[in-house]
């Protein structure tokens, strides 16, 4: 069982930046696949990034490519999402993932969907101005 455990939403101006942390409880942290999704009012929930265990290999979204930035410590139990250059079309609620049987999603960006992951957060609201 993983627990997850999000923060660093906030409101902030289109332009600006934000970084959320996601911190997981257990001991076998290191063994998951790490994901970002976000899911706006109206919306299904929409992959943002994704990083293997050992932070070598990411992956995003088309939109978030070159301005986001997913990381994650292991010693730390924790993984982060760098926004920055946010657009108005960024709000939404963001949610942390984790997944056992994720890294399928590295492969094809078919599997990018919210069933490959086990664990989820409860989210953060991240609400970006014009």
């Known amino acids: 069982q993983v627990q997850l455990v999000e923060s660093g939403g906030g409101l902030v101006q289109a332009g600006g930046s934000l970084r959320l942390s996601c911190v997981a409880s257990?001991?076998?942290?290191?063994?998951?696949?790490m994901g970002w999704f976000r899911q706006a009012p109206g919306k299904e929930r929409q992959f943002v990034a994704a990083?293997?265990?050992?932070?070598?290999?990411?992956a995003y979204v088309d939109s978030a490519s070159g301005r986001f930035t997913i990381s994650r410590d292991n010693a730390k139990n924790a993984v982060y999402l760098q926004m920055n250059s946010l657009k108005v079309e960024d709000t939404a609620d963001y949610y942390c993932?984790?997944?056992?049987?994720?890294?399928?999603?590295?492969?094809?960006?078919?599997?990018?969907?919210?069933?490959?992951?086990?664990?989820w957060g409860q989210g953060t609201q991240v609400t970006v101005s014009s």
């Open positions: 257990g001991r076998t942290f290191s063994s998951y696949v």
């Open positions: 993932a984790a997944g056992s049987k994720a890294s399928v999603i590295f492969s094809a960006t078919k599997h990018r969907k919210a069933d490959v992951f086990d664990y």
């Open positions: 990083i293997d265990w050992s932070g070598r290999t990411t």
